[in-house]
């Protein structure tokens, strides 16, 4: 019998810091039916790694969604994609298909091919921020051509995607961000940026109302945003909304709502499409190398990063 073959992973052995992510040898998955053995170049890192990573899963665990890479193999049955084909994708979510190594498997149609203009380090950050933000302007907040959108945390892994899919919608765009990243979201095509820490946005647009709020952060910032929204408006969270914000919502006919991202390999064909016609661009905050893990989650623990935090892999085992 031949012996199963071997990668190496950056795997957290238990719940805890980002000192818990190592590097260690772990057999190489094989793909099954319908499935796709992609060599993986690069992986992004989000928010929800490094809250698994604290704890919220089971363990040990190889982390990531975000994956660019390669078909090395072919599962039975799998007939639109060949080895040799680049890809990307975000499957499984929310299983763990394990990005954070040099090999992952799954569904071929949970991927789409890599647009050329992408190098792999960008190709990984786009698909799990990419869909959080078209699913929540386009399939829950089903934004207009005309309407005036805010988005928060313009300027982070999410919001500097939403910011570029909600122009390519023809929406007028407002962004927050802190002053040193305002000619960043600028140059991502919004018409106003708002410093976060010297004005309060509610204020600023108290006068000119938006038809839908796009908000990364939640908390008291989504309460604070029904009030810059209009009668009718779209309040749209990626992560719970508060009780209190619900029924403010609710009494003013608001529709908000809680979007969770899901796999979608039409959404993600739309949004790869925006990137071959020049509409849309992923912002490289920091590589680091997949046995710097660590420091990867540290730098995305800071909330200082202008775009997406990457791992660069290039297994070739």
């Known amino acids: 019998m031949t012996a199963q073959k071997r990668m190496q992973a950056a795997v957290a052995k238990a719940p805890g810091g980002p000192e818990v992510l190592q590097l260690q040898e772990v057999p190489r998955p094989v793909p099954s039916e319908t499935e796709v053995l992609v060599r993986v170049h690069a992986a992004g890192v989000n928010p929800a ?37 680049e890809v990307l994708g975000m499957p499984k979510f929310p299983e763990l298909p394990g990005a954070y190594a040099e090999y992952v498997v799954a569904q071929s149609r949970q991927f789409v091919r890599k647009p050329e203009a992408l190098t792999f380090e ?86 000119q109302p938006v038809d839908v709020v796009f908000d990364p952060i939640a908390g008291e910032t989504g309460l604070r945003s029904l009030q810059v929204l209009k009668d009718g408006g779209a309040f749209v969270s990626i992560l719970p909304v508060h009780p209190d914000a619900a029924e403010a919502a609710n009494r003013r006919g608001i529709q908000a709502e809680f979007t969770l991202v899901e796999p979608d390999r039409l959404a993600l064909t739309a949004i790869t499409d925006l990137v071959a016609q020049g509409k849309l661009r992923v912002a490289v905050d920091s590589v680091f190398p997949l046995a710097e893990a660590a420091a990867a989650h540290r730098r995305g623990e800071t909330n200082q990063a202008s775009g997406k935090i990457v791992l660069s892999v290039r297994g070739e085992g």
């Open 49 to 85: 790694d490094w809250k698994t990573r604290a704890g919220d899963g089971t363990f040990p665990a190889i982390l990531g969604w975000d994956v660019a890479g390669v078909i090395e193999e072919v599962g039975f049955g799998v007939t639109w994609l060949r080895p040799g084909d």
């Open 122 to 207: 960008q190709a990984a950050g786009l698909p799990l921020a990419a869909l959080t933000a078209w699913q929540g302007l386009v399939d829950t907040a089903d934004l207009q051509a005309g309407q005036r959108v805010l988005v928060h945390a313009a300027a982070g892994g999410v919001g500097h995607l939403a910011v570029q899919i909600a122009k390519s919608l023809g929406a007028y765009v407002i962004g927050t961000a802190s002053a040193p990243k305002h000619d960043f979201v600028r140059s991502l095509g919004a018409d106003e940026v708002i410093d976060y820490r010297t004005e309060d946005f509610a204020d600023v647009l108290r006068t």
